[in-house]
């Protein structure tokens, strides 16, 4: 599937993290495997690599995109742990996760390293999905929209106008993810958003056509998923913890359903 930068389609994906070990990721893909989405919305789902190969054998005939939760820069080599693009691709998977705050946190990942990773995933028919976020002290501080935009730019250095239209950009404020995390309000993401839309039309070129998807991730819930997807510069959710279950990420999704029929219908 390719995306044609409609601003109507709405992305809802889940990030399994360090959890479910294989037998347990292949019971929840068969879970969701004849799940169907509403009209206008397009789900993903990332599980860890020890079970990206059967996930994704699982859900090849479901609408459920399956993706990596990380990748490394060159195709082969002396990268001990490391696992390539090309080896994602031969899984089955057709996304990667690329930059989030943990890797960056706790793994070395640098916008220099996202920018590597993003350029070879694309090389290899893989859609990147980039995540960028703030610190609690650069929200305090009041530094949110720098650090977002040195970070976008940075993650889609040199990239063509077909690179663009197969990217997708997560916000996800570190100081909102986790069990610790507490979720973003509303009126702050569409403050964040509308400027990262301004950013994403400064990385494309004025004369692009080229909608970059906005996702927003951190803390999202039952509770508040329908605050964020009503947002006209949210272009869907990245899910944690609250939809590492099937029956709940099914129901994270279908709760937002009229919501995106009225996006179809605008």
Known sequence: MRFTGDKKTVWIGTNWKMNKGPAEAVAAARALAAFRPPE?????????????????AVLQDSPMIVGAQNMFWEDRGAWTGEISAPMIAECGASMVVIGHSERRQHFGETDWTVNLKVRAALKHGLRPLVCIGDTLDEFEFGVSQETLARQAKIALHGLS?????????AYEPVWAIGAAGRPAEAPFVSQ????????????TGPDS????????????SQANIRDYVALPDV???LIGRAGWEPADFMKLIDSVSTLVSARVDA
């Open 209 to 220: 056509t080229v909608r970059i998807p906005l996702l927003y991730g951190g803390s999202v």
């Open 40 to 56: 206008g919305v397009r789900t993903f789902v990332n599980p860890p690599f020890t079970s990206l190969k059967d996930v994704s």
């Open 161 to 169: 106008q077909e690179d663009f239209a197969r990217v997708l950009i």
């Open 235 to 237: 272009d869907g959710v």
């Open 192 to 203: 964040i958003h509308t400027k990262l839309r301004a950013v994403m039309q400064d990385i």
